[in-house]
T-cell receptor, first 110, second 115 residues
């Protein structure tokens, strides 16, 4: 079945770039997602990438997909304190079930 | 509009109480989901409704009882819960279920505390 892995913590200084990495096992997922969860809140769909794309850019966010290595990354440019949150990457298995990574807690220091 | 709403925001209940969580979406989505999330962990799928019929029950204890009165509403009825059921309960919706290209949109959640 699908397995998704992420590193648990990342700490950056305000204004730096953040890169959150994710690896997955099932290459059949049509879309790969990044969700953001701020403390005490629900999951916010941040961005997603179609599996036949290598890169997607949306303002400060850049998603890179390396299908050969089954590696997904989310880059946040000019990271702000408001970007402090847990970031989950997720794929979809063949049964349509959303499979989450463990989440990366991003801490942004002023 | 990609909004899923949930009520209440917070709920405290005793182990003998009966309460309900409510979820609503007006995006015309035909699949709705309940997830349970413990602190700093990923959400765990509990139930999936597709076209108002229960399609997936992830072996959830019977003290949780889902209901889908219509295509816009999803309820979760709670009875005789245990303290370990304290968690954030998230509702989500998508156009359809069991499709790999269906994006799920989440509500803000109900934070449940069982005493």
């Amino acid at each position: 079945g699908e397995d998704v892995e992420q590193s648990l913590f990342l700490s950056v200084r305000e204004g730096d770039s953040s890169v959150i990495n994710c690896t997955y096992t099932d290459s059949s997922s049509t879309y790969l997602y990044w969700y953001k969860q701020e403390p005490g809140a629900g999951l916010q769909l941040l961005t997603y990438i179609f599996s036949n794309m290598d890169m997607k850019q949306d303002q400060r966010l850049t998603v890179l997909l390396n299908k050969k290595d089954k590696h997904l990354s989310l880059r946040i440019a000019d990271t702000q304190t408001g970007d402090s949150a847990i970031y989950f990457c997720a794929g979809v298995n063949q049964g349509g079930k959303l499979i989450f990574g463990q989440g990366t807690e991003l801490s942004v220091k002023p | 509009d990609t909004e899923v709403t949930q009520t209440p925001k917070h709920l405290v209940m005793g182990m003998t109480n009966k309460k309900s969580l409510k979820c609503e979406q007006h995006m015309g989505h035909r699949a709705m989901y309940w997830y349970k999330q413990k602190a700093k962990k990923p959400p765990e799928l509990m139930f999936v409704y597709s076209y108002e019929k229960l399609s997936i029950n992830e072996s959830v204890p019977s003290r949780f009882s889902p209901e889908c009165p219509n295509s816009s509403l999803l309820n979760l009825h709670l009875h005789a819960l245990q303290p370990e059921d304290s968690a954030l309960y998230l509702c989500a919706s998508s156009q359809r279920s069991k499709e790999q290209r269906e994006t799920q949109y989440f509500g803000p959640g109900t934070r449940l505390l069982v005493l």
